[in-house]
């Protein structure tokens, strides 16, 4: 809301500046209709926003102004000098109350009334006199300056190139031998990099900006539709890139408002169907690693994909039989294809604006992906993911077929040495699948898939794309680094398999794999809907009282926790449970989270589901059966002992409550393994899936006053300043006692070090 | 087009050619060239001109003659929205005003010139094609 102030008061004044002339010159000829329409379209639009932004005195003084114009525009008033003066004076009063708000200060109403008074014709004061003129206010020292837009992106150009020529020029140091300007270039890379930083952070906005419009919107869809829906934003506060923002604005409101046109049932519908004449719709925002993801969800009737197919087939008969063998997720990925329009998707009403394929296209143009998770009756979960920013990328450089490629260090999930005997490589038909931990995956070879010489791959990376995961060979991993991403030119795209361009260190440019792409190439088909979250159900807002989330307990019985205390639910698959130092931990790509529970842990079976307790809570996951209901708790709770908050009588049974904050005190954060040295990145890269798994909290940084239980650093390499319990030295050939590449190995030493 | 513009004169495939000289940017050598696997075969590959990367265009692809072998070779470079463009040719000469007129009814170009050809010019005699950069590009498939 701050901001939002901010920007209004930035923009009343700039428009305050802007419309003096006119008040002059409408002073002088109140006849004048395009000086009294200026005047009209100010206070017009400080009404607007006064509303918005819950300043009460303001908007009564602006709307009093636009009142009495509004009958000047209209004719039935003429305009004499009387009124010139009374509105001139609210519009100097609307200048001194903005400039009170920025400075802090508190400005009385005195004489605000007199002020609207003096605007009716019949009013009788002393005609002729300007009001007095207000106080004058220390103008508030200003902690913001509106920027144009082409300003940032030139800053942001400017940096990247810095960065660029930054690498040129170490490049060539380094070719030189040349020590002495060692100094200067460390300074002038430290400056660089802060430098990013900073541009990079002017660039980001709140999703806020973005999610804003969106009441208006559903307000002005449901009315027109004769529907009744409650709209319920989380997460306004993430920051995004402000050009992501920009390009997520249109599919944004395209999904609401389809969610309204064909998601959401009319009241007699809805009651039919047994559920409340009010429809929700639930847009949230939430950032995983350097991914964000904001999901709309609705409770309509969801997607009959019969009918889509019936759609699609009525157009294009020769698709039958094709479209009939497919599964009801494929189905429901038609809603892609181009040309279906959403009259196919649901019913009466037109399909307004783009189809959904446009809406896929602008997504993926900016790096992101759209998953559909559907429940037929029940609604519609979308999905959009989006990186953070559009410019810098962490990647990791591979080799295969002889030349370097960057991956983009998000859509690696690990990396597996194929030499190392924990996998299994074995054809099937044409393609080839890998077994990697119990986990099977279709297997491609980088070189091949672009072309270049053959060899078998030494090494396994393990990408995951929306809606699965494949292994892609290479022949080596030559490190990670952060790089700028240029967009390659249209002759290079249309390759299919690049993302965009570098220039790293080297000098030589780099090519930027699209992981997504590769697999398409290749022939790999994944449904995009395995892999989404399961929705959490969205909250009710209209109705006072606490609501609860009622779901199936490990132990079977049915208990409830208030849901202001779940971020997020999530499946729970059995895989990524593990048991270390006596509890269980969750790991899901970042740090492992804690399993908590009131009852006694045990490993999951499939199905489960994972309760994400927020940051404020431990971040702890909550595993269930199945979460049933969003109830509302009763005022009378019988009290219980912890971790139990009480016990609550729901539809006549008795539910055990539990007592988030008792869950959260419990014991114990993972314990801390340092990557030390030069190759922390690669061993961030190998290893740290498998040191997450053990129950540790990888880092490559201590923060101030932490002490790692255990460090990993390669033979020979400095151990000073590391503050740790242990240290464990890895070898670079299979003969030394810690063989880098034996993963086992490793994790069963840091067992022992535990 | 009676005016003499400036063109920059040129041998593409053992024929002289024009480049009008506002789609040039600059002219350069280019040796060492990042391939570009699974693109186009007229896409040579990709080049880093100071800080920037171009994409490197094998015009004698485009044209359907047969490329030279990989090694320095001359080229001009063109900026088509916003995306740098390095063109390959056999030799640039020199910079000069030239008259570009329709060429000669009947003339038979064959196909690939014929579509990034728009008039020819002469010049001590030898007929020139005046080529159109972006046109070439969009040729590359």
């Known amino acids: 809301m701050d901001e939002l102030l901010q920007e209004f008061i930035a923009e009343t004044r700039e428009s305050l500046e802007a419309i003096a002339g006119e008040v002059v010159a409408w002073e002088a000829d109140p006849a004048d209709r395009a000086r009294l329409d200026a005047i009209f379209r100010f206070v017009h639009t400080v009404k607007g926003s006064c509303g918005f932004l819950d300043l009460p005195r303001v908007g009564r003084l602006a709307h009093a102004a636009e009142d009495a114009l509004a009958a000047v525009r209209a004719g039935e008033r003429v305009p004499d000098p009387a009124l010139v003066n009374a509105v001139l004076a609210i519009v100097d009063r609307i200048g001194a109350i903005v400039a009170a708000i920025d400075a802090g200060a508190a400005l009385e109403a005195l004489g605000e009334e007199a002020l609207i008074a003096a605007l009716d014709p019949a009013y009788q004061g002393e005609k002729g006199i300007v009001p007095a003129q207000p106080a004058t206010i220390q103008r508030g020292q200003s902690r913001s300056i509106r920027l144009s837009v082409d300003l940032l992106d030139r800053m942001m150009n400017g940096v990247s190139e810095m960065v660029l020529v930054r690498n040129e020029l170490a490049h060539r140091l380094a070719e030189s031998g040349d020590q002495a300007f060692e100094g200067a270039l460390d300074r002038l890379s430290h400056t660089v990099a802060e430098l990013q930083d900073a541009v990079t952070r002017t660039r980001m906005q709140t999703v806020d900006a973005l999610f804003s419009a969106l009441p208006r919107v559903v307000r002005d869809t449901a009315a027109e539709l004769g529907k009744q829906v409650t709209l319920t934003i989380d997460g306004g506060d993430v920051e995004l890139d402000r050009e992501m923002i920009e390009l997520l604005r249109d599919p944004l409101v395209h999904m609401v408002r389809n969610a309204l046109d064909h998601g959401i049932e009319t009241p007699a519908e809805r009651r039919a169907a047994g559920k409340r004449d009010i429809g929700r719709l639930a847009v949230s925002a939430h950032q995983s690693g350097n991914r964000i993801i904001v999901e709309i969800a609705d409770d309509g009737r969801g997607v009959d994909t019969e009918r889509l197919v019936a759609g699609i087939v009525s157009r294009d008969p020769m698709r039958d039989a094709e479209l009939r063998a497919l599964s009801p997720q494929q189905r429901l990925e038609l809603m892609f294809e181009a040309g279906v329009s959403s009259r196919d998707i649901a019913t009466a009403t037109s399909g307004r604006g783009v189809g959904m394929d446009v809406v896929r296209t602008n997504v993926e143009q900016i790096g992101g992906s759209i998953a559909l998770l559907n429940r037929p009756g029940q609604g519609l979960t979308v999905s959009i993911e989006v990186p953070l920013t559009l410019a810098i990328l962490s990647a990791v450089v591979v080799e295969g077929g002889g030349q370097t490629f960057a991956l983009p260090r998000q859509a690696v999930h690990e990396i597996v040495a194929t030499a190392a005997g924990a996998t299994r490589i074995d054809r099937i038909g044409d393609g080839r699948i890998v077994t990697i931990r119990d986990r099977r995956l279709p297997l491609i070879a980088l070189d091949e898939v672009l072309g270049l010489p053959v060899r078998d791959p030494a090494l396994l990376a393990v990408l995951e794309v929306p809606g699965g995961s494949y292994a892609l060979g290479v022949d080596t991993v030559i490190d990670t680094e952060e790089v700028v991403v240029k967009p390659a030119s249209p002759a290079v795209m249309r390759a299919g398999v690049y993302a965009g361009m570098t220039l790293p260190d080297s000098g030589h440019p780099m090519l930027l794999l699209d992981a997504a792409g590769l697999a398409e190439v290749s022939g790999l088909r994944f449904s995009r809907i395995d892999r989404v979250e399961e929705e959490a159900p969205p909250a009710a807002v209209e109705e006072a009282g606490i609501e609860a989330l009622l779901f199936e307990d490990i132990d079977g019985r049915r208990r409830a926790i208030p849901l202001a205390a779940i971020s997020r639910i999530e499946p729970l698959p059995a895989a990524s449970v593990h048991q270390a130092a006596g509890q269980h931990w969750l790991s899901s790509g970042g740090a492992p989270i804690r399993l908590v529970s009131a009852v006694a842990l045990r490993a999951p079976a499939d199905g489960w589901s994972a309760l994400r307790l927020p940051e404020e809570l431990g971040g702890a996951a909550y595993p269930v059966r199945e979460p049933i209901d969003i109830v509302r708790l009763p005022t009378d709770i019988a009290p219980a002992a912890a971790p139990l908050a009480g016990v609550a009588l729901i539809e006549g049974e008795a539910i055990e409550l539990i007592d988030p904050l008792a869950l959260g005190a419990m014991p114990a954060a993972p314990r801390l393994c340092l990557l030390h040295g030069a190759e922390a990145g690669w061993m961030e890269i190998f290893l740290k899936p498998a040191i997450e798994a053990a129950g540790y909290r990888v880092v490559r940084q201590l923060a101030p006053g932490e002490m790692a239980e255990v460090a990993l650093a390669m033979d020979g390499e400095e151990e000073a300043g590391v503050e740790t319990g242990r240290l464990l030295r890895l070898g670079r050939t299979p003969a030394d006692p810690l063989y880098r590449y034996d993963r086992a190995a490793v994790v069963a030493a840091l067992e022992e070090a535990a | ?141």
């Open chain 2, 1 to 141: 087009m009676s005016a003499r513009e400036l063109h920059l004169v040129g041998r593409l495939g053992g024929r002289g050619v024009l480049f009008p000289a506002t789609q040039v940017r600059r002219v350069v050598d280019i040796a060492d060239i990042v391939p570009v696997p699974h693109a186009a075969p007229a896409v040579r590959g990709l080049a880093a001109l100071r800080s920037r990367v171009v994409t490197v265009i094998d015009s004698w692809r485009v044209l359907d003659l047969p490329s030279p072998p990989p090694g320095r070779h001359r080229a001009v470079t063109t900026a088509v929205d916003g995306h740098v463009y390095a063109v390959l040719v056999d030799d640039l000469e020199d910079a000069e005003p030239v008259e570009v007129v329709p060429l000669p009814p009947g003339t038979a170009l064959g196909e690939s010139w014929a579509a990034i050809a728009t008039g020819s010019a002469v010049r001590d005699g030898e007929p020139l094609l005046a080529i159109d950069l972006a046109r070439l590009i969009a040729r590359v498939g």
